[in-house]
Nanobody
Framework: HVQLVESGGGSVEAGGSLRLTCVAS??????MAWFRQVPGKEREAVAVRSLGDAYTYYADSVKGRCSTSPVNYDHTLRLQVDSVIPEDTGIYYCAAGPWVSATRRLRAEGYRYWGQGTQVTVS
């Protein structure tokens, strides 16, 4: 069965960089993503990657500050956000699933598998 293991959460000083890693064991799909959720708001996509380099998405909130590793057959997605601000605070969830429509892949409903979530706090 599929398991998503997240690592790298914790406190980050404003202006620094946050780095997260997700390893999806047993996963053979074509889409992985990092989502962020804060109290009172919907879970939103931060970064989405297809297998290989065919597709990359970054949310407007992190565009220009965000980078990810290519998703290859190691089924690992690394996320880095530079120059972090307090608004980057939240619970970050790794997600994985099949390749779906452009709209669906940006929504939590488009993913079948989820990590437990890891708290990131920007001080």
């Amino acid at each position: 069965h599929v398991q998503l293991v997240e690592s790298g959460g914790g406190s980050v000083e404003a202006g620094g960089s946050l780095r997260l890693t997700c390893v999806a064991s047993g996963f053979s799909g074509s889409c992985m993503a990092w989502f962020r959720q804060v109290p009172g708001k919907e879970r939103e996509a931060v970064a989405v990657r297809s297998l290989g380099d065919a597709y990359t998405y970054y949310a407007d909130s992190v565009k220009g500050r965000c980078s990810t590793s290519p998703v290859n057959y190691d089924h690992t997605l690394r996320l880095q956000v530079d120059s972090v601000i307090p608004e980057d605070t939240g619970i970050y969830y790794c997600a994985a699933g099949p390749w779906v429509s452009a709209t669906r892949r940006l929504r939590a409903e488009g993913y079948r598998y989820w990590g437990q979530g890891t708290q990131v706090t920007v001080s």
